[in-house]
């Protein structure tokens, strides 16, 4: 009887991965139920598996509930809920549901329980306001793991924005409720290391990643904290648009709860917080879509968004990167070379050069000295041809000052962001770095914010044609830790092109970038252009971060 207790226990395994249900749709067992997917051409796909409970508003996430009878999850699940944006805005309004945390796996149809195959969990953007996990289709980049013989697992799970998962306030933080996206970000991963398994996927090899919001809350989780260690949930990230960021702290926000509370009439309750989770969702909507969002005035400098709570978010990331407090994984990073046209359309009442440093004083600013200010406004000119779209000559001029505001939110927002990580992540780990000039063309616009994720993430498997194919550089890393190498054993340089480590030693002592042109032009470029500018706005930015600091 003994000798037949591995077979039994194989058989098991086996059962638990997938059976013939429903004219042969895959099905897994997991602690808690047993969930139906879909095949999806060579792809087996699972949407909407619960990760945690139906969230309360404003509480922790917490395992999920024991789930009886086969479980449905063949659909995306509703949203978290959005902030509303501008009617101008090109993003769709999905359905939203506060009962929003759960995660979609997109697995080869042929993987097994024993696969053991690496695995990408990507984060979706969205400004910290909107964003959902089917935001970006990865089925394709599956496909093309497959197609190239290095097959990977791709995760995308939901989690909460705005007001929901990013609410501050001295009430918040006495209630240990603070920064809850990332919370449920940090819940999903852990959800993975202790359930991919049986998908097919390798606890032991992850990768975080995700564009704009998505790709600073993986660099926020690369930094050290007091809720986890970060290599023991992932081991390598992929940052797109997105680089640890400077914030102020939970209590700094209390003007905003304070808002939200006299918004929906809980100013009078003996328990604020009790009395917000108690209003009804269309209220509580309501009064959070009357706050500034990211295609506001206020841009960039945001409401709602990960603050420093000395738990999740432990002190400024700036502090944390130039002290070297992050996990010391690879690290592939990148931005289009116009990261701050689409923020800067809602600031074109401002057209003359008293009203830019105005408003870099006010909105960006605020402790900086009138002459820091002033040197700012030097290094950021009010000369067009050296604006952003760069490199558009006189082209572009929405304002007479769009194109100097653009450069500057995005240095201050991406490009500086990233360049400054990677000064101090580039001498203590491999990092490899990108800039995407695609789409330059384009009116207004140029090479815009998260532009490239189609160069990443091509709509089909058909558009992985000709050349150098940025998919596989990525699929590359997601095996091996290295854009240039594969899991097959060989070295993979399309085209030629061998991806240098960004502090790869060039002749001027700048850092080395893979750069994406039109149409279809790959090389390799020096991080050599806005040195002055960039190292004083982040100079001004790290001391303003410490002067905060040291306040608390």
Partial sequence: MYSMLPLILALFAALSWTTVVNAGAPVVTLEYGVFEGAFDGNLSTFRGVPFAKPAVRF???????????????????PACPQQALPPSAPFPVPEMSEDCLKINVFAPRSAGPHSNLPVLVWIYGGAFEF?????????????????????IIVVTPNYRVSAWGFLGGKEVGNAGITNLGLRDQIFALEWVQKHIAAFGGDPARVIIGGPSAGGISAALLLLDNKRFNPTTLFHGAFLLSGSPLTTTSVAEAQPD??????ATNCTGALDTLDCLRRVPFDAFKAAVDQTPNALSYSSLNL???PRVDGDVVVQDPLISVSKGLYAKVPIMTGDDDDE???????????????EFVGYVHSNFFPKATPAEIAKLAVLYPDDPTQGSPFDTGLANQVTPQFKRIAAFQGDMYFTG???FFLEHASKTQNTWSWLSKQGKSTPTLGASHTSDITTWFPATISNFTGGFVPVDALVNFINTLDPNHSATGSRSRPSGIVWPKWNAPSSDGHGSLLTLSDPGVVNITLENFRVDAMRFLYGLALREAEQRAGAY
């Avoid at 917490?62 to 479980?71: D, E, F, V």
């Avoid at 701050?340 to 008293?354: A, K, Q, R, V, Y």
Wanted: net charge neutral.
């Fill in 303 to 305: 409401v709602w968004r």
């Fill in 131 to 151: 964003g959902d996990s089917p935001d970006t289709d990865v089925r394709p980049v599956v496909e093309r793991s497959m197609a190239i013989g290095q097959p």
């Fill in 340 to 354: 701050g046209t689409l923020f800067s359309l809602s600031s074109t009442n401002i057209t003359t050069n008293e």
């Fill in 417 to 419: 962001a990233r360049r």
């Fill in 59 to 77: 509480s922790l996430p917490q395992a999920p509930a024991k789930l009886y009878g086969l479980q449905n999850a063949t659909a995306f699940s």
């Fill in 257 to 262: 709860y304070d808002g939200l509370v006299a």
